[in-house]
């Protein structure tokens, strides 16, 4: 945990009726509406400490850890049976209506903007607008790898979702995965470095990562991704439905999916269209990690998107 990135905020475990029990950090303002806030692969709640001095004149700050990352449960699963984001939506769904809320804005990152967006799909009257940070839907990730360049920036997808225990051996190698972890975030920033995260938050991703049990969490997620969500989103593009929540979404002009899609005019955005009927976008200069590389440029897209009545 890291209390001192989030003054002022509570911090509780909430057990969802699967008895999973998800920690949650919140600062709620009764006169303020509420904004969940979803991180990504391999972090915690904690990658959001520098854009909530931003938010928080404007709403109440939910923060949650999802299942199997942070302090977080780890379930149990096969092939990602724990680890889907239908179930990971319906964590959060749970979670805000036991801190009083049937609905709320959400914004996500990575993992978080996968759930995002299933959320949308599955239950729309719980959402009033969503950001999806750095990604593109599942279904269209996985149609991609047939390209070089995409398949190399994102070779973790095939490489996590592959069965265990070997990715998970491979990780842990002699250091308890540290090694891939600090690969893996400064491979994929623009800097390719570690310079854009702070020393606290590093030692969160590190003693909340670096375990047997969270290693294989995670596997367990990315092999969610790919026998499960990249199915939910094939059979929405199969029947015609798409998102009708407004969407934001935003990437790094250097992030894992921009430079994959060099060869599109809108990038990602031309992506999202297909999924949904009410979408901008925006890129900024950055990677992957944009909450943390650009913190400004990212409230700025953000803000005038939250706010628009």
Known sequence: MAPDLFPGFTRQYIKTPDEVSIFVRAKIDADKPPLLLLHGFPQTHVEFHPIIPSLLPHYSIVLMDLRGYGASSVVPSTNGSGYSKRLMAQDCVFVMAQLGYDKFTLVGHDRGARVAYRLAFDQPQKLVKVVVVDIIPTAAMYSRFGDTNAGLRAYHWLFLAQPEPFPETMIKGNDNGKMFLEHTLATWTRKRNLDDFSEAALDEYRDAYCS?????????????????????????????????????????STGLFAEAMASKAEG????????????????????????????????DALLPFLLEK
């Open 268 to 299: 990602p955005l031309e992506i999202w269209k297909a999924y949904a009927r009410d979408v901008r976008g925006k890129g900024l200069e950055c990677g992957h990690f944009v909450v943390e590389e650009d913190p400004e440029g990212l409230t």
């Open 212 to 252: 047997d049990e969270r290693i294989h969490s995670t596997c367990e997620d990315y092999r969610a991704g790919a026998f499960l969500d990249r199915v939910y989103d094939e059979e929405e593009l199969k029947l015609g439905k798409k998102i009708e929540t407004p969407i934001l979404a935003v990437w790094g």
